[in-house]
């Protein structure tokens, strides 16, 4: 598989309006409708759900340079 462009979810709207260049679309803003009041996701993570996804997504966290701590 080929990829041209990898956005991050946490640069949302900054990789929505990348892709759409890419695809030739006008600047759009995405609408913010599920939004949560912690500031920081790893706070919502027990030791147990930190291992499994630490596990399971190895290779993505050691790509983007990801960390729980």
């Given at each position: 598989?080929?990829?041209?462009?990898?956005?991050?979810?946490?640069?949302?709207?900054?990789?929505?309006?990348?892709?759409?260049?890419i695809?030739?679309?006008?600047?759009?803003?995405?609408p913010?409708?599920?939004?949560?009041?912690?500031s920081?996701?790893?706070?919502?993570?027990?030791?147990?759900?930190?291992?499994?996804?630490?596990?399971?997504?190895?290779?993505?966290?050691?790509?983007?340079?990801?960390?729980?701590?």
């Amino acid at each position: 598989m080929v990829l041209d462009y990898i956005g991050k979810f946490e640069a949302l709207q900054e990789s929505f309006i990348e892709i759409g260049k890419i695809l030739g679309l006008k600047d759009q803003v995405l609408p913010n409708v599920l939004r949560s009041d912690q500031s920081d996701f790893r706070s919502a993570y027990t030791d147990q759900a930190r291992e499994i996804v630490a596990a399971k997504y190895a290779e993505e966290i050691k790509l983007f340079n990801y960390e729980f701590d």
